[in-house]
């Protein structure tokens, strides 16, 4: 299996460990405002096979406390990526796993097998942007939905995040997603920052201000939602 990243440890992908983070090319999504650009369309260089991620993960037990998986969206690997999550488990390493949630069976067997401690599912818009905030005419949502659901049953840690862009999100667009996700246990707002890598020109961050307002409307539904990458 193809890896076409790793960062080597990081404090801040995981929750609460020091980890490693795994970068899976392919996303089946568009967003506008993506990080991962290069990543989303497959066709960057791996820099690994998985044998060599695993030997690298062996070599690395007592320092590394987890394993974070990102894309791309590594749902798009389907039994490869279950496989990869049963060596993880078997070298002692939870595994979180970054997900856009539109493949729920396979996060289902993700669950069912209990392969992964902490899954982080964005929510990109209300469900009447969804599809163009994912850089999509047209978008079945029923498998976000579905995931979303999954989650919300709490059979493992989770959290849902939205990335927030001026020029995409307002109130409303907190209002509609607090009612979607409503009492999730985790939820934040992460402001969004531009880099060199993002594929569209032209956005910005909301202000703190209106990141704290944004906040305000989804803690109406969600009490515990929470900022990211906002001084308080
Ligand atoms: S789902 Fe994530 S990786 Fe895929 S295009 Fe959107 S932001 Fe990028």
């Known amino acids: 299996m193809k890896i076409h990243g790793?960062?080597?440890?990081?404090?801040?992908?995981?929750?609460?460990?020091?980890?490693?983070?795994?970068?899976?090319?392919?996303?089946?999504?568009?967003?506008?405002?993506?990080?991962?650009?290069?990543?989303?369309?497959?066709?960057?260089?791996?820099?690994?096979?998985?044998?060599?991620?695993?030997?690298?993960?062996?070599?690395?037990?007592?320092?590394?406390?987890?394993?974070?998986?990102?894309?791309?969206?590594?749902?798009?690997?389907?039994?490869?990526?279950?496989?990869?999550?049963?060596?993880?488990?078997?070298?002692?390493?939870p595994l979180k796993l970054d997900t856009n949630g539109t493949h729920p069976d396979r996060l289902r067997t993700l669950i069912d097998h209990g392969l992964v401690a902490y899954i982080a599912m964005d929510i990109k818009n209300s469900p009447e942007r969804y599809a163009r905030t994912c850089g999509l005419e047209t978008m079945d949502l029923a498998p976000v939905r579905e995931s979303a659901a999954l989650l919300m049953e709490g059979k493992t840690e989770y959290e849902f995040r939205t990335t927030t862009v001026a020029e995409l999100h307002d109130e409303e667009s907190f209002r509609k997603i607090g009612e979607w996700i409503r009492g999730a246990k985790r939820y934040f707002l992460q402001k969004f920052t531009d880099r060199d890598t993002v594929p569209f020109e032209g956005f910005h961050a909301p202000s703190d201000e209106q990141m704290k307002l944004y906040r305000a409307v989804a803690r109406e539904y969600i009490p515990g939602a929470e900022l990211r990458g906002v001084e308080e």
């Open 6 to 93: 790793l960062q080597k440890m990081t404090l801040l992908d995981f929750p609460g460990k020091v980890a490693c983070t795994v970068f899976l090319g392919g996303c089946d999504l568009r967003c506008p405002f993506c990080h991962n650009a290069e990543l989303i369309d497959g066709t960057v260089p791996a820099v690994m096979d998985s044998t060599e991620l695993l030997a690298f993960l062996k070599k690395r037990q007592g320092l590394l406390e987890g394993v974070a998986v990102t894309g791309g969206e590594p749902l798009l690997r389907g039994d490869e990526l279950t496989e990869l999550a049963e060596r993880i488990r078997d070298l002692g390493y």
